[in-house]
């Protein structure tokens, strides 16, 4: 039967008709029940929308084209786009204590990658946080420095702070006199040392660059520090991990000239369209962390502590426990003994528990495949509503699958029952279905 009338033939009807479509219809709505409603995810760099920040991102600027910086544009019908980047600049630039804020990154890798290119050339050196601090790939000679040109020289790590030495990274620095120096990473328990770090970075005319990426909520919501306030010149962050925004990437800046310079990089180097649909859900997101961020990002961290500390009870080995275990949204757990970190990681996703395997400070490079690690993060079991006492049930229940060695299958239904208590997001504007089904018609159809 062919479909070329136009009629409306009801969406049971075109799935039964057309294959492809209704595969296409299902692999997207069974991931989103699964995702949003059966699992307990804890991947440390994802988090979710709240309702009025996904309904407004669905806006028509995901059509528009804005190259260029507000009303400075080469091309017309951006009249309201140039109104409401400045807007969400402003908000965010709030939350940061800063007035020089850029959302034109499309991910928190091309903020690095501005924010690289613009203080050094090819054949340039950067002095970095170790990988074994945690830093990200796009810091390496494997990622974005190395795909700039830019020498990589890692700075000493310390085993027993898990975090940069920074006696060491001083003499380092100094020996080295980069043009840029990064902190900052993807496994983050503890600050890097910033204002220890930035004195020593600027006596040798380099800049400071901290990648808040995984932080970057924890901050706005003052449960982490600020690193502009203690020294960084430049702090580069994702939008969607513990700031609980739309994928996309940021920059801020301590000073404007530093700011200015970097926006002649991030368009036309690492842009051109900067998807401006994203720009509508961060100023939402903003204003909501603005109203509940500090309350948010306080509970993510006593989350992540509960958890650490439950885990440990039930018998896992928690890294860093004479340091509390953790200072950010996320805990980290050895599991070299119990199967190693590939497999862990798969047995907990059977039984719809979600987490990542991670590379542990003392794996060899050959290890990546099978790390001893698993990195966990609360700040999205934080947004459904959850506290210190589930963070007690998810430890038992990973104890279930991991210790006792229950069949993933049987565990995934009490996964699937506890999760049924913590549907509606927290920290966020809430709508009735009316307002949502309203908000839905203007984004489809202009339709008021
Ligand atoms: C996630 C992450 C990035 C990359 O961010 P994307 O938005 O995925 O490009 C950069 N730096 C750090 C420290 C990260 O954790």
Redesign the pocket.
């Known amino acids: 039967m062919a479909y070329e009338s136009g009629e409306f033939l009801g969406i049971e009807t075109l799935r039964q008709m057309y294959p492809d479509l209704d595969a296409v219809l299902n692999l997207t709505i069974t991931h989103t029940m699964w995702r949003k409603r059966q699992t307990i995810n804890m991947i440390a760099?994802e988090n979710v929308m709240s309702p009025l920040a996904m309904l407004v991102y669905l806006n028509d600027m995901m059509h528009r084209y804005a190259e260029g910086k507000p009303y400075k544009r080469f091309y017309q019908g951006l009249i309201y786009v140039d109104e409401l980047e400045v807007k969400t600049q402003e908000l965010m630039g709030e939350l940061l204590g800063t007035k020089h804020v850029d959302l034109r990154p499309i991910?928190?890798?091309?903020?690095?990658a501005t924010a690289f290119r613009t203080f050094t050339k090819p054949g340039d050196k950067a002095v970095v946080a170790p990988v074994q601090a945690?830093?990200?790939?796009?810091?390496t000679k494997f990622g974005t420095l190395g795909a700039l040109g830019i020498e990589q020289i890692e700075m000493p790590f310390d085993i027993e702070e898990w975090n940069i030495d920074v006696d060491k990274a001083r003499k380092l620095i100094e020996e080295v006199k980069p043009k840029i120096v990064t902190l900052?990473?993807?496994l983050?328990l503890f600050p890097h040392p910033t204002k220890e770090i930035a004195d020593v970075a600027h006596a040798v005319g380099a800049k400071v660059i901290h990648?808040?990426?995984?932080v970057l909520g924890l901050v706005v919501g003052g449960a982490w520090e600020n690193p502009l306030k203690l020294g960084a010149d430049v702090i580069?962050?994702?939008?969607?991990?513990t700031f609980p925004g739309p994928?996309?990437?940021i920059i801020a800046s301590s000073n404007e000239e530093d700011y200015k310079e970097m926006g002649k990089v991030v368009f036309p180097m690492f842009v051109s369209n900067h998807h401006l649909h994203r720009l509508a859900a961060m100023a939402v997101t903003a204003i909501e962390m603005k109203l509940w961020g500090s309350e948010y990002a306080r509970q993510v961290v006593r989350n992540a502590k509960a958890l650490a500390e439950a885990l440990a009870a039930e018998g896992f080995n928690v890294v860093m426990e004479r340091k509390g275990y953790t200072t950010s949204h996320q805990v980290v757990v050895d599991v070299a003994n119990l199967g190693r970190g590939t497999r862990i990681a798969k047995l907990l996703e059977d039984a719809y528990i979600i987490v990542n395997k991670n590379m542990l400070p003392w794996d060899r490079p050959e290890d990546v495949k099978d790390p001893s690690g698993l990195r966990l993060g609360t700040q999205e079991l934080t947004r459904w509503g959850m506290k210190e006492g589930e963070m007690k049930e998810i430890a038992r229940l990973m104890k279930m699958v991991v210790i006792d060695k229950r069949d993933p299958s049987e565990v995934r239904q009490k996964v699937m029952e506890f999760r049924r208590e913590f549907l509606e997001i927290h920290y966020g504007f809430k709508l009735t279905r009316e307002d949502e089904v309203k908000l839905l018609k203007i984004m489809l159809h202009a339709e008021s």
């Open positions: 760099s991910s928190g890798t091309i903020a690095n945690g830093a990200h790939v796009s810091h900052g990473g993807s983050y990648d808040v990426a995984h580069t962050s994702s939008t969607h991990k994928q996309g990437g």
